[in-house]
């Protein structure tokens, strides 16, 4: 299995904070890497796929970056509704693992 | 707009099979990949499985024996069993969609939390 590492577990932020979480592949998956966001109650939502691609109606302070085995997410200016967990999740080889996630509150 | 609706028992006692059923309404089975994630209380997202919608499947080796995924495309939906349950199955489920093998998941339902007890 493909491990997914995440760090940090958390953080605190502030409103207009950049934030920037990381995620490591145990072996390269080339880009087939996936961030989720998640709030307390619902249903993960896909943010960012294939590494880098923004989904529709994600807002473009959301971006990804990163290949192989390192990927990283930022949010440029974190916004109120922003405070959730976010994990990353590999699609590259079955079983599909996600991260342990990262959760973001308020400074 | 595609949506996801789980649905079944919300307690199953242990040794017993959890049965839950997904119905996928604003779009069709007949294509794409269908899954189910977990996500015990606390911890991360664990996938159990997908479906394609030809009916050929792929599972979570550290669940391969105890589980097993059907889809109905008449009914526009698919299912999960997962047999000898234990109170470290309690979770909540998801299904999921994605577009292809290696895709991500682009639409959940909104989870059914079931808890195995006696």
């Known amino acids: 299995d493909i491990q997914m590492t995440q760090s940090p577990s958390s953080l605190s932020a502030s409103v207009g904070d950049r934030v920037t979480i990381t995620c490591r592949a145990s072996q390269r998956i080339s880009t087939y890497l996936n961030w989720y966001q998640q709030k307390a109650g619902e249903a993960p939502k896909l943010l960012i796929y294939a590494a880098s691609s923004l989904h529709g109606g994600v807002p473009s302070r959301f971006s990804g970056s990163g290949s192989g085995t390192d990927f990283t997410l930022t949010i440029s200016s974190l916004q109120p509704e922003d405070f959730a967990t976010y994990y990353c999740?590999?699609?590259?080889?079955?079983?599909?693992?996600f991260g342990g996630g990262t959760k973001v509150d308020i400074k | 707009q595609v949506q996801l609706q789980e649905s079944g028992p919300g307690l199953v006692k242990p040794s017993e099979t959890l049965s839950l059923t997904c119905t996928v309404s604003g779009g069709s089975t007949n294509t794409f990949y269908w899954s189910w994630i977990r996500q015990p209380p606390g911890k991360g997202p664990e996938w159990i499985g997908y479906i394609y919608y030809s009916g050929s499947t792929n599972y979570n080796p550290s669940l391969k024996s105890r589980v097993s995924i059907l889809v109905d495309t008449s009914n526009n939906q698919f299912s999960l069993k997962l047999s000898s349950v234990t109170a470290a199955d309690t979770a909540v489920y998801y299904c999921a969609r994605h577009r292809s093998l290696a895709g991500h998941f682009d639409y959940w339902g909104h989870g059914t939390l079931v808890t195995v007890s006696s």
């Open positions: 999740q590999q699609s590259y080889s079955p079983p599909l693992t």
